[in-house]
């Protein structure tokens, strides 16, 4: 759209292109995801149907009423716009407003063409007590059932933090509690940043792997352990609209049996003799097979070759026994993030790495999330939220084998030995003997 | 108050417990029916059963509990349920406030003034007088000996609660008065022990409140407000009028969903799995080369088949959390998370419920403490 | 003090009185308890020495200056005193103001008796940057500072949220981390009403035990079970200064063996051959005996009768252990709380719970408290906190044998067992099928 | 940035971790001795060594670990250590302000005027150019393609950060300028994706910040204010500028304390203890009456003695909970809870440690969307 969106921001487009998936607020606050397609026409139930076509080119963010399947641009809401909307359902729950038109009797009136303002009209008039409201009240309610009935939508921008949010409302489960500041914090605690290499366990839908890609940009190297015989598919991914140069450079995929070391996969055979080949198509699949095979042992070798920056876990397997494969992979002061909706599945862990030397400083730390409405004279905390955005353990992998990195020839390895059993206790930050490494 | 009674008489008033999200008061009178989607029942089936009973459905096909009446059940079995949420809150204001045996409380509900109309007047977050919470749980606190004075602006709500007040013995415990307390005050002076206030601009009524609470011992307020900004304008209320010790809280309960699981498998699990599907296909590949080559058959048809099947790839499922079960060549491997073992415990994993109440309302404490004395003996006045 | 202090709350008096054992805030925060003995000189360290008679007889919650071992008293403060003293520790600890004087220097110039005032005058003449200050910073700092070293302390009424406060933030441990807000809500789930009856499993110092005196105002009975061989001692209670008669009516105390109904106490005989009775000192003894054993017979007895109104639970033991002894004396309908620091225990014990159809409705709660700074201008939630406030597992009490309650032919004791087993799902809040107590 | 090599080389930055509470960073500089309670080093002892080593120390008493540094655990590693509480706030602003590669982004520390005196200048609360730990988050997330312009009032303050982000490599990346922003605003106009203001008065920078921003994408801010007065203010600026989606978050971090222990023994073995004081009481009882019995001294001290003995009642301890251990006759029975088997399985259990950060400050977070376009051809405008 604009010529001066600069070069950096290839990680995802700044409008939309046909082929994306784009988030839509609806004027009751729900967000869908829909593909836009070139040419094709888009439907938001209730909400009204529209030309694909309008949208793509446009800049994330806009908000649009539809009329007559093409879209009208409107400004950005005020908070004054929001102050007469937003509490809606307040308003309709606190039984004194008590809806005159059933919902199916609107839905037949929508069907039957009427505008949302008669609509509206009707349902005021029908209004038991509305008499009894004042005129300030009127207005409002008014006001509120217009944006209820409203054909507009707003389109979201796919920030990790917008696409993150969409798929933790429509279904923890699928991201395992995984919040968005669970995500924010995994991310800075891992230290991901354009360059760095990193291998991921991700069984939450790949929020995970959005996340390091989109803070990747494009560079580096990420190798994710997958659970199933065919490259993991991420459906989170798909929301993101990651262009083409921001994940393939970057992103390999394993599988559990793949990743395991004493473990040659068994394969078809890619070398076969010229002379048993009997066709073209033949010969394009072999070669096929021979580059994924490729590609295959390079991702092996690239993790059994190991030095990466960080291991982030997010599994339904035990967090313990994944690390017991991977750790070896893992750079000395390298940091290892695993979440887990359960803080007990992170306590077991951290009882374990304190006793292992090698891992530094585990902790397991719990998200805090609050959200408030900031409407003039009525600020105060949302009155629902989200019940938990997870837990968190952090630890960083050292070489503890001290004795090899002793200069001098004072050591004594028994007094060290009775050292390195003192920091387990050390680490432990309910202990306050900060003396507790001296031995 | 309600039944102390062991069981049930005619006359009492009952709390049908269906489900945890199904909970009602019921009035018990011989020769009505209670029916329910848990089947039909006498009343008269309740008299002379004990509180706490689970009854069957006459039709045999369903059941329910039976229980005795208590203000938490209460606040359960009243129309908008979240309000079990403010347990937390109406348990830490009886705290606060310092209300136990004999205690003289007031408490006000809604007042509508001209300047109160730029607040919400918080109907879905009160819990004054008007939905009883906060009435029946001091009434069981403060006993026969206690007093309540509740105010309540709507006269209609008024005379609902009053009636309510009675029905649950309540009357000599309780006095309710129909009033706009912001602009009338209260009818006592010197007495009270506490007040509490849920209204929308208890900045009104705080002079109110110092007039009612008596002054020759500590007394103690609470205002109940869901905005920052109401809690502004009644803190800097509370310190003109000569209130000391204002402080503020906010209080929820987070309630733990706690499920029974196998425990998480170890990676090694999978592990297996997929090198068993692995193995799996190759010897199945294997086995259509070797049948392909036994063949006589010309070239052609079949000859394509076979090397299509060397060629076979696994299928990607279209989104692997949704297609969990692999379908490799005849062979069904089973990839989700099992216990390796049969013998594999089961535990029990808690986290907070996925949907919470965030907030309720803002309580701002304050203390009036009991006036200096104008003479005393040991000690000397220093204002 | 005032004779309209009416008789209802003789729970604890209004006033102080000799052998209180009373709580004192101190200038910086602190909160002390202090034996109050008649004709007896208090000391509270910096701050000062007095005389104990001075606060006999005053109301609770005044606040003193110490001149010359003689109490003046102080208006109660107001905001405006609290804005100018409250964030001492805030302004020293932010690195700006770097205290010129160590501690040992104004211990030394305070022992030599140089007033307060002149310890301030001397820190700000010494004060690195405080030239750099503005005027009003100045006054400030000098106001706080006053605060900091002044000889004021404010008694504190023992009320229950007072008491809690003060043995919680002392030491969570010793109160089990049971909060004010996880006290509150457990006495409020369980009932307590004066003229109510109870059994309580009181781990946390008799901080329970304590709340639910308070509450019964002298009305109704109490049974402790204890795990010692002699009474317990409930050390809060003494914190809590009960009139005699709050507890004496209504507090007894058996311990794991005495509560036993299957056990015979070994006790030694009472009723003693008068000719065997060789001294007025033995007869004396024995009857005392003979009094105490009544007394254990009569409230096992009591408990053994049961029918009590709830069962209240904060033990180092594990949970579903006691209620497997004590649930047989809890009335139908009566409320089972239990508390713990721990989810995990809960979880536990819910799960066991939701299959035994006599426990309706088992849940499981953690609690959740914020306090505010509200000083003008400067809202904020307080910058550190408790971590936790324990959990809270409530339960209900039912007979289950709905056969025994069938008022008809038409029941079938199959379909009822289908039934029976179903509701031990429909009772998991995570359930939403609300038909699954219809067989 | 700090070095990515795998070993350590002179002239690196490292991380000195003594223990969690008391991690340092250090330039190593051969030749020069790092001196700790827990030991002397030599930095020519860690050339040569792998980043992330455990290192003895010369006289083989204690060792440390040598980290490579990160924006966390330099966060860590400042003076006040409280700070590693805002990873919590650094990283949810980085992901809602959507800073990623290559990203243009404004940050803004204190800045006096008169009107913000009245205000706290959170000192303690920065997360700012002052501490720097946002500017490395900052110059990590965004990278080489990335720019941070970074504002600072205090001119020692920006003398030193300007410093630090040379030593640490970061000159490319960070612009630092020392200037009053509230006052004169920012350098850049129509640039930056995002900015980010810990100031006591951020409404006066608001105006300043729309300046600075891209009008052809959606941009966004962050006022980082601790007290709930600044936030109401800032709202009302950002919302008469022509922000839109403004909202408010607050995030912290809750560590957690785990502990393995014994589980909780079942109160039958507690029950078997008392039992067994009763026993070995009423044991002893009868021992020393027969004792008695059997002695024909004289009526008098012995007598009396037995006498007492079987009048004998259990001491109570003076406080249950310090004295776990009665003294029951001759013989001691331990009371405390104990495990009935050796073979009782220890269990992990958390919760949350005693004392957390119950706040740092609030997040005002608004949007600015691109301008409407003057003409469109399929699109409308409707103002």
Redesign the interface.
Known sequence: MNATASSQFQTRAPTIKSGNTVLLRLPNGDTKALKIDQNATVSLGRVGVFYANDLIGEPFGRTYDIVDKKLKLLPPRTLADIEDTDATNELINDGEFVQPLTGDEIQALKQSGTHASDIIKMQIEQHANYSLKTEYSKEKYKKRKEAKYSKTFTTVEPTLFNVCEYWFNKDPDRVRDIRIDALSQILNMANIRPGGRYIAVDDASGLIVSGILDRMGGSGRLITIGNADSPPAYPIMVTMNFNEETVSPVLSSLNWATADESHTPLVPPVDVPSDQIKSDRQKSRLNKRKFALDALNNTREELFAGNFDSLIIASEYEPYSILERLIPYVSFSGSIVISSPYAQILADVQTKLRALPQYLGPSVTEVWLRRYQVLPGRTHPTMTTSGGGGFILHAIKVNDDASANAMTNFRRPKANGGATKQIVVAEDETMEDAESNTS | MWS?A?DIADGDTVII??????VQPLLVTAGKEFNS???TY?HS?FIG????????S????????V??P???LWTLAL??RTQILY??D???I???L?I????KVIEAGPCASVES????TT??HRVGTGSGSFSH?VA??I????RLWSYEFHEARAKKASDEFSRHGLAEIITLTHQNVCKDGFNVTDEADSVFLDLPAPWDAVPHAKQAL?K???TRICCFS????Q??RT??AL?ETGF?????????????????IP?????????EK??K???V??DK?QRQIAAGQRSHEP?GEK?KRT?DL??EE????????SGKR?K?AAVEVD?S?TPTMSVTPK?????????????TS?L?FA?L??S??TN?S??????
């Open positions: 102390t062991r417990w269906l489900t945890r999200d199904l989607k848990f089947g006498r089936d059963l004990a509180f706490g009973s689970k009854v069957g006459r039709t045999g096909k369903g059941f329910i509990h229980l005795r208590t203000p938490e129309p908008h347990i937390a109406i348990s830490l009886v705290s606060y310092d136990r045996a004999g205690s109309s730029s607040f919400p109907t879905k749980s069981r606190t006993g026969p000996s206690g008596r020759d011992r500590t869901p905005c920052m900004e809690v502004l803190v800097s310190n000391s010790d204002i402080t503020m809280y906010e209080t929820l309960v987070r309630l733990q969903d706690v499920s029974q425990a998480p498998p170890p990676v090694s699990e999978i592990t997929l090198k599907v692995e193995a296909r190759e590949r070239h000859r090397e060397t060629d696994p299928t990607p499922p279209e989104d692997p959390n692999l490799v990839m998370p535990v029990s994993l808690s986290k907070v419920v996925p949907e919470v109440r965030g907030h803002y701002t203390t403490f009991p200096l004395p005393a040991n000690i000397q006045i220093d204002s």
